[in-house]
Nanobody
Framework: VQLVESGGGLVQAGDSLRLSCAAS????????MGWYRQAPGKQRELVAR????????NYADSVKGRFTISRDNAKSTINLQMNSLKPEDTAVYYC??????????WGKGTLVTVSS
């Protein structure tokens, strides 16, 4: 399974960005896909996750109301719409996929920088 992220960049506080992640490779059954981020000197943390069954979602408290995760099943793609960005959102954002068998895969990451 390969995950390719896109959409990162440099923006100002209050701006919006949309991240996308496309999954490809041999056949796999998705349990969930999501976004994690890692800021300099900090541990990687969950940002948002969407489950295949029912489309339920989880968000970190710090992004609730500002970020929205969505999926395009036909394209095995997820998106993260990030609004009202803050400098503390600056991080490398990683796409993650978990299969029904519990195997997890990660993308290489895309950098989001929010200037004040």
């Amino acid at each position: 399974v390969q995950l390719v992220e896109s959409g990162g960049g440099l923006v100002q506080a209050g701006d919006s960005l949309r991240l996308s992640c496309a999954a490809s490779g041999s056949s796999f059954s998705i349990n969930a896909m999501g976004w994690y981020r890692q800021a300099p000197g900090k541990q990687r943390e969950l940002v948002a996750r969407i489950f295949e069954a029912g489309g339920s979602t989880n968000y970190a408290d710090s992004v609730k109301g500002r970020f929205t995760i969505s999926r395009d099943n036909a394209k095995s793609t997820i998106n993260l719409q990030m609004n009202s960005l803050k400098p503390e959102d600056t991080a490398v954002y990683y796409c993650m996929l978990v299969t029904m068998f519990g195997m997890d895969y990660w993308g290489k990451g895309t950098l989001v920088t929010v200037s004040s």
